[in-house]
């Protein structure tokens, strides 16, 4: 039988992995609701290589800024259908129109400047390519150690490489890239593993197997 569930207690040190009812620790954010257990479990950590799907990581975290990443899961699957499926073609082709089309859609997050920037970065992502490409851009900020906290209280939001992945990202036209926004997108593709020591998703990217 699975151990009895221990609810996370806060203290000064932060807090540790979460047992849950079938006997897994997980990170404290994933503790609880579903749908971000189910994100955690299965995605968040593991590396994300594609052009498009790099693409869509940023779009997203970009959106995410100043909400909760569970807002942008539940609206995922609009936001997929809002964004051509994250084609950088065809959202770099979007017109002002389009723009304001997308102000009146519900489903999504209605932020002008934020679809502007998915517009923006998408154009941002077609100029990479002769460089390239942002697959390649993005791994080559990755850091050769990752971080290893062991509660809430050490998880880093930003670091010297994300620091300057947003700087370089800024300099080629990309916006809503910030070090703490970029950070996040770090930790979501597996270019670091900030799951908590304890938590049955630590390592399981592959990329820090030791971490």
């Not at 590396?47 to 569970?70: K, M, N």
């Not at 400047?113 to 080559?140: C, H, P, Q, Y």
């Not at 998880?155 to 800024?170: D, Q």
Request: include cysteine; proline fraction near 7%; aromatic fraction near 8%.
């Amino acid at each position: 039988m699975p151990e009895t569930p221990t609810p996370p207690v806060p203290t000064r040190a932060g807090q540790e992995a979460v047992l849950g009812e079938d006997g897994l620790r997980r990170c404290v954010w994933a503790s609880t609701h579903p749908v971000n257990r189910h994100y955690h479990d299965t995605e968040w950590g593991l590396p994300v290589r594609g052009e498009q799907e790099l693409y869509e990581r940023i779009t997203l975290e970009g959106f995410q800024a100043g909400l909760s990443w569970l807002t942008i899961l539940n609206k995922r699957a609009a936001f997929r259908q809002a964004f051509c499926d994250f084609v950088p073609e065809k959202v770099a082709a979007f017109t002002d129109e389009d723009v304001d089309r997308l102000m009146t859609n519900a489903a999504i997050v209605r932020n002008r400047r934020k679809i502007e920037a998915a517009r923006t970065n998408a154009l941002a992502v077609l100029d990479l390519r002769a460089e390239g490409g942002l697959d390649s851009f993005l791994w080559s900020f990755r850091p050769e150690r990752t971080p290893a906290p062991r509660s809430t209280a050490e998880v880093p939001t930003t670091s010297p490489e994300s620091t300057a992945l947003s700087t370089a990202l800024r300099r080629l036209g990309f916006a809503f890239v910030g070090p703490t926004t970029i950070h996040a997108l770090m930790e979501a593709v597996g270019m670091i593993d900030t799951h908590l020591v304890g938590c049955h998703r630590r390592g399981t990217s592959g990329v820090w197997p030791e971490g």
